[in-house]
């Protein structure tokens, strides 16, 4: 098996699939290696990411790492959220094997676009 449980629970069942209609930021990203794209969508509160949905059309991979920055980001505040590294999505999830390490930069990289719309939509 090349994913462990806790990748295939995300993939099976993956966490905040969907979209936002009067979200707040939304950032988007392709991933230059296979082409792949997400989308993640933000709801903010008092500087607090109070919702996240993702749309993702990737490989497992990116489905489940997708899910998982959904659930780590929600209830932080902006700042903290920036703070999710890439690896960290991965570390979370038990880790990812080697050859599937690019599909997880791309979760990361769309929060934190979607939060860098939000500044700027602010401003
Ligand atoms: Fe494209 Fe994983 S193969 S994101």
Redesign the pocket.
């Known amino acids: 098996m090349m994913y462990n449980e806790k990748v295939m629970d995300h993939f099976t069942n993956p966490r905040n699939v969907g979209d936002i209609e009067d979200a707040d930021g939304v950032g988007e990203v392709g ?1 230059p ?4 794209m ?1 989308t993640i969508y933000i709801k903010v509160k008092d500087d607090i990411l109070t919702n996240i949905k993702f749309k993702t059309f ?5 489905i489940a790492t997708s899910s998982m920055v959904t659930e780590m980001g929600i209830g932080k505040t902006l700042e903290e959220a920036l703070k999710i590294t890439r690896d960290d999505v991965a570390d979370e999830l038990g880790g990812l094997p080697p050859i ?1 390490l ?2 997880s930069n ?1 979760a990361a990289d769309a929060l934190h676009k979607a939060i860098e719309d939000h500044m700027r939509k602010k401003q």
Do not use: F, Q, V, Y
Not at 33 to 36: K, M, Q, R
Not at 58 to 62: E, L, V
């Open positions: 991933n290696t296979c082409g792949d997400m990737g490989c497992g991979a990116a599937k690019h599909c791309l």
